[in-house]
């Protein structure tokens, strides 16, 4: 940190309002391909958690890259610097007392460590939805892998560019596992995280 920025020391802080909001704050970091289903069942579980009465938000690749880091490329700088704005931007949510479902791609376990030390290894919750890459092909909603294929799109994560598998996830997920059984093994994962000590 600059030395000549010296954080403010605010009366009201993560303890008082995660107290105002009757539950603990912490980010909810789904990775895999792209198709994988990660945007999928971060709303579906976002849907339980607010019926519930947690608040929450999502953090997703797409529209994130399309505001606050559409200045990025695809690179393994560009990526590495997205992530760790992910995990600056997903820090102030958990601040403010918030359950963040963060979707990425996020393709390194380096920067997914960043992530993770940004907001503390006990505000972290790590979901490799670990769909095949076939499967991910198949589903490709978005045409990126058929333009991948044919050289249109570098650096596409799973073609051209790598894809590190967590090396010590939560939870993982598979392309067996439907929307709903997905759902409710990651919400008895975090169920005893969600309570106020």
């Known amino acids: 940190m600059e030395k000549n920025i ?13 107290k105002a909001n009757g539950h603990n704050s912490f980010l909810i970091f789904f990775t895999g391909l792209s198709g994988s289903g990660k945007s999928t069942i971060a709303n579906a579980l976002e849907q339980k958690l ?34 760790r704005r992910i995990g600056e931007l997903a820090n102030l949510f958990v601040d403010v007392g918030i359950v963040v479902l963060a979707a990425f791609v996020a393709p390194y376990e380096k920067d997914r460590n960043v992530i993770k030390n940004i ?7 790590e979901v490799f939805v670990n769909t095949s890459l076939e499967e991910c092909e198949r589903r490709d909603v ?3 892998y058929e333009k991948a294929r044919k050289g249109e799109i570098k650096d596409m994560t799973g073609i051209s560019s790598p894809y590190e598998v967590p090396l010590h ?15 409710k093994k990651i919400y008895e994962l975090i169920q005893p995280k969600l309570l106020l000590k």
């Open 142 to 144: 978005k045409g990126l």
């Open 50 to 83: 607010f019926g519930n009465n947690i608040k929450t938000y999502i953090l997703d690749g797409d529209n994130v890259r399309s505001g606050l880091n559409k200045d990025l490329s695809f690179s393994a700088e560009d990526r590495s610097e997205n992530n």
């Open 119 to 125: 907001v503390g290894k006990k505000n972290y919750v």
């Open 169 to 183: 996830p939560d939870i993982v997920l598979t392309e067996k596992d439907s929307i709903e059984e997905s759902i």
């Open 6 to 18: 010296i954080k403010y020391d605010y009366k009201i802080g993560v303890k008082e309002r995660r």
